[in-house]
């Protein structure tokens, strides 16, 4: 349950919640979040510190990591910590290429003159796009200014009509839309493709649309366990949608109440829905698993 009250928090950039929510650094998952909280904080040294002291934990998925701190050197050269972080790469054991090649790469960076951010970055989102890095992709995406968005366009039009993760390009179109770029562009969402300008699209997590149906879920769900469930479901089914239009009736609000006092593996109160009724809620309950999966 702690994982998906992370993920909501992350979703709605909450970020300062979620940097107290996992303070207590207890696993890998926690620290993980911990971490990404403090990024889009921009408390960037505060993450290199956080890697020093949890280093032995953080070899369990090391790559993820060598990754930010790669991102985080090309910004801030003097930080200290880059190296300290860099000796105790040195004694570890070997892991595996992929953190040898990183290693490589921090390391090499470190040495050399501060080199322009847009372009880093920029080749980063583009490398990860043609390997289909999703995990690289979701870290970076929260990253980029305007100005990257607009280099990257020809990218950015290929993964958002292309076999991409719906919540990655959930999480593009957001920034678009944030960015208040002003062109026709095309997403896909399954067999449909939409076109929209981010322009004129708003972001329904700003906007009070993601409050509105908040207030839906808490006239209809009283458990304040599966409130929090059924919001993480919501957010998560929303970033899949946008840009496309959702019809938030009853018949929503409750497959997402069913579905999120499943998730917990408890039983839904009962209902006075008639036969037409709950077949209308099924069909509602196995679209969003559907799209909440893609």
Request: proline share 5%; net charge neutral.
């Amino acid at each position: 349950m702690e994982e998906v009250n992370f993920q909501t928090l992350y979703d709605l950039q909450d970020y300062e919640t979620l940097v107290k929510r996992t303070a207590a650094l207890k696993d890998l998952n926690m620290i993980r979040y911990h971490i990404i909280g403090l990024l889009g904080m921009g408390a960037n040294q505060m993450v290199l510190k956080i890697m020093i002291l949890k280093m032995p934990i953080l070899q369990k998925a090391l790559t993820v990591f060598l990754k930010i701190h790669y991102e985080i050197l090309k910004t801030h050269r003097t930080f200290p910590e880059h190296a300290i972080l860099l000796e105790r790469y040195q004694n570890l054991p070997y892991l595996n290429q992929e953190v040898e090649d990183w290693i490589s790469q921090i390391k090499i960076l470190y040495q050399k003159p501060p080199h322009i951010q847009v372009k880093e970055t920029t080749q980063l989102f583009v490398e990860a796009f043609e390997k289909k890095d999703f995990e690289m992709l979701i870290d970076l995406i929260p990253q980029l200014k305007p100005i990257q968005l607009c280099s990257l366009k020809l990218t950015i039009k290929s993964l958002l009509t292309n076999s991409f993760p719906q919540r990655i390009k959930g999480m593009l179109v957001i920034a678009l839309i944030d960015a208040r770029y002003d062109e026709v562009i095309s997403v896909s969402k399954g067999e449909k493709i939409l076109n929209f300008n981010p322009i004129d699209t708003v972001n329904p997590f700003k906007d009070g649309t993601f409050e509105r149906y908040q207030s839906e879920l808490d006239g209809m769900i009283k458990d304040p366990s599966v409130r929090q469930i059924a919001y993480s479901i919501l957010s998560t089914y929303m970033l899949t949608m946008v840009p496309f239009e959702i019809d938030p009736e009853y018949y929503f609000f409750r497959a997402l109440s069913n579905i999120a006092y499943g998730y917990l593996k408890l039983k839904a109160p009962n209902t006075d829905e008639e036969s037409s009724e709950i077949a209308l809620i099924e069909k509602k309950r196995k679209h969003i698993e559907m799209m909440i999966k893609l």
